[in-house]
């Protein structure tokens, strides 16, 4: 059974910083892309950030962002640890939304879904 856990979601104020972390099985995550989505309140679910399958612990890897979060959130992967992560800095109040980690499973097309954990951004 596949699994993916996000953690790291939390109440930080306006211009602070968290980080999510996801992990996820082993059987599909070296081959899998993996990415950040969000869903606020009212909203469809977004993408964040995504990250492709790559040799390399910390390189070997291309990234994708949404325009939105460019220059203040960066994703990485760990393939020793099978986990994904995202760096948000500088946080605004329109980033308060539950945030999802995904899995896009090459070999198959097959996309997995974590459970989310809350950000919220307030003072």
């Known amino acids: 059974q596949v699994q993916l856990v996000e953690s790291g979601g939390d109440l930080v104020q306006p211009g602070g910083s968290l980080r999510l972390s996801c992990a996820a099985s082993?059987?599909?995550?070296?081959?899998?892309?993996m990415g950040w989505y969000r869903q606020a309140p009212g909203k469809q679910r977004e993408l964040v950030a995504a990250?492709?399958?790559?040799?390399?612990?910390?390189?070997?890897?291309?990234?994708n962002y949404a325009d939105f979060v460019k220059g203040r959130f960066t994703i990485s992967r760990d393939n020793t640890k099978n986990t994904v992560y995202l760096q948000m800095n500088s946080l605004k109040p329109e980033d308060t939304a539950v945030y999802y980690c995904?899995?896009?499973?090459?070999?198959?097309?097959?996309?997995?879904w974590g459970q989310g954990t809350q950000v919220t951004v307030s003072s």
């Open positions: 082993r059987s599909i995550f070296s081959l899998s892309t």
């Open positions: 995904n899995a896009l499973y090459h070999p198959f097309r097959i996309t997995y």
């Open positions: 990250i492709t399958s790559g040799a390399a612990i910390t390189s070997g890897d291309s990234t």
